[in-house]
């Protein structure tokens, strides 16, 4: 088959690894012709543009960015266009919110036969401004009009949408996000240097998130429960991993509740080095206000680790509550340092959590089987 992908940017992220590793299995596994389209990448978040340019046909559409701008989006509209005019392509599948309604208004007008989205995170969302969030809204209602069928990341990213208006039920179906899944299983191997090269001690319990630090990813709430943890467990160590806007910001905030001892920044890691992150860290938080399904979570899991994160979107469809981890109310501080300190207390249980996750999900996020589900949903929409 012939598939072209479009994504607004390669960013280090989860929508964005998920695409690559689509691309490359389509390519690998089943002989297709792919072609990925994206705009400009640049960013404290870091860029996947290297690994794309070495694996897969990539083309960059200068006017294919982000943020809202009249002027670059109908631009970028016309590039779409020419590409695919050029492609010829049997399916186009768009990823992100830009990319999504531009992507797929530009395929449908050009009559491509198979049109499909990915929903990694709805651009709408609760905490959003209300003006904001209805003009989303109607933005997915019409360009869900102008796509045969959406791939939702987790069922509550459907429920989200339907609930929404987007687009009814039937429209949709769940693939989760797909990674490597072999090196999470294996990480353990790499704890002791990790460990070492960011300065924990042996008795050190550490409490780890991976996430931009930008707006929505939730770090506050960590600092915020962060004195009460350390009152009960002295010895813990919070390790932030990942850059963004805010890095400066949280520095000066933990700088002045005085707890610069408790807290390591690993800054910007290349996504192959998560696995040896994870490994180095007892108990996995997520905090987020906003996210799909958070692929920091099967990977703690797929790792061996317990996870504690608040209670959004997808994320109680792998953190099984007092089964794989802890799930709590978004924004909370008092409930996220009671689950801290009842994993931290209880070494069986996070083994116990641990485990559980890695037997239920290792084969759910494998990529080669997020890659099979995908091309069979474009085989029903092209056989029709």
Request: hydrophobic residues 40%.
């Amino acid at each position: 088959m012939k598939i072209a992908h479009i994504i607004t940017r390669l960013i280090i992220g989860g929508a964005q690894e998920n695409t690559i590793l689509n691309c490359e299995d389509l390519i690998n596994d089943y002989g297709d012709d792919v072609l990925l389209i994206v705009g400009p990448t640049t960013g404290p978040e870091g860029t996947l543009m290297d690994r794309s340019m070495q694996t897969i046909p990539t083309v960059i559409l200068p006017h294919l960015i982000r943020n809202i701008s009249p002027y670059y989006d109908v631009a970028a509209y016309w590039e779409i266009k020419r590409v695919l005019r050029k492609f010829r392509p049997d399916v186009v599948h768009t990823h992100s919110a830009k990319a999504g309604i531009i992507g797929r208004i530009a395929a449908w007008n050009l009559g491509i036969r198979v049109v499909i989205h990915s929903i990694h995170g709805a651009p709408f969302y609760p905490f959003q401004n209300y003006v904001v969030r209805e003009f989303y809204k109607y933005c997915e209602r019409w360009a869900a009009r102008h796509c045969h069928a959406m791939i939702s990341v987790a069922d509550a990213m459907t429920d989200l949408m339907v609930t929404g208006k987007i687009a009814p039920k039937e429209q949709f179906v769940t693939v989760y996000s797909g990674m490597e899944v072999k090196p999470f299983i294996e990480s353990e191997q790499y704890r002791n240097s990790v460990r070492k090269q960011f300065g924990f001690a042996e008795n050190h319990l550490v409490i780890g998130k991976i996430a931009r630090l930008f707006h929505l990813k939730g770090h506050e709430f960590i600092i915020a429960s962060a004195r009460s943890i350390i009152e009960r467990i002295p010895e813990v160590r919070f390790f932030f991993v990942g850059n963004g806007i805010l890095t400066e910001y949280y520095r000066r905030e933990i700088h002045r509740l005085g707890l610069e001892d408790y807290f390591i920044f690993a800054g910007l890691i290349p996504p192959e080095q998560i696995p040896a992150m994870i490994s180095a860290m007892d108990i996995v938080v997520h905090t987020s206000l906003r996210e799909g399904l958070a692929r920091v979570l099967p990977q703690a899991l797929l790792s061996g680790k317990p996870v504690i994160s608040y209670d959004i979107d997808g994320a109680k469809e792998v953190v099984l509550n007092g089964k794989t981890g802890f799930l709590i109310p978004p924004q909370s501080v008092t409930e996220l340092a009671d689950a801290v300190i009842r994993l931290a207390e209880n070494p069986i249980l996070r083994k116990e959590m641990g485990d559980t996750g890695r037997q239920l999900f290792a084969q759910q996020f494998d990529h080669h089987y997020m890659t099979r589900q995908i091309r069979q949903i474009y085989l029903k929409w092209y056989d029709r």
